[in-house]
């Protein structure tokens, strides 16, 4: 089944002085037996894979940070924080009238910035999810100390270019709460999406580069169904 359409992506991330990430870009789907695309993830799930409940994923992740685009003096002469394409295994089943996932991934475009695992549960509220469906989720990720710190801390270069204080965060814990879902308009169009806030953990959201303690994604797709 091939779909295609536009997607909008905003980006909220808690760094100081930032303006959100907005993207607006094609949007193609796309599902067989054995793989999937669904606008900014594609899955591998073979046989063998399938037999038990594994998906091999790549997750683009628009989470970023550019210093060019920050207003703060200090925070301009910090290091660029690309966006990810977050490579993985993910298990999935369905388990008290919902579905518990849990994920383990890395960042394609750099090992060496560490791991995250997540695990958590959907609940789908829908009884006709051929016309509709939402799904309020709640999760539970682990970032390693690496990722923590490519993603809030602050060389020992960074601070004497910046004046900031060294920061060097622990691995860290974070809670997420969410909403999925979507709705076919007729036969052939789809609008779908998802919202999710991760709440950060106090050692994390102590770092100079933030100012809240919250991340913010919203994810929207209006597609076309041949």
Known sequence: MLSVGVAAIISDDAYRSQENTSLLVPALSYESQNWYFRGIELGLRPQWLREYNLTFTLNFNPSSYDPDENADPQLAQLDKRDNRFDAGLRYQRDALKGEISAEFTVNARDLETGYAARVSYGYPL?????????????????????????????????????????????????????????????ERWTLAGFYRIELLEDQVAQSPMLSEDTNQTILLFLTYTF
């Not at 060097?168 to 879902?181: E, K, R, Y």
Request: net charge negative; glycine share 8%.
């Open 126 to 186: 829908s009884e006709r999810p051929f016309a509709w469906q939402l799904t309020p989720n709640v999760g539970v990720s682990y970032l390693s100390d690496d990722l923590a710190n490519s993603r809030y801390g602050i060389s020992e270069s960074e601070a004497l270019r910046s004046g900031l204080p060294f920061y060097q965060p622990n691995a860290t814990v974070s809670l997420d709460v969410g909403l999925n879902g979507y709705f076919r308009l007729n």
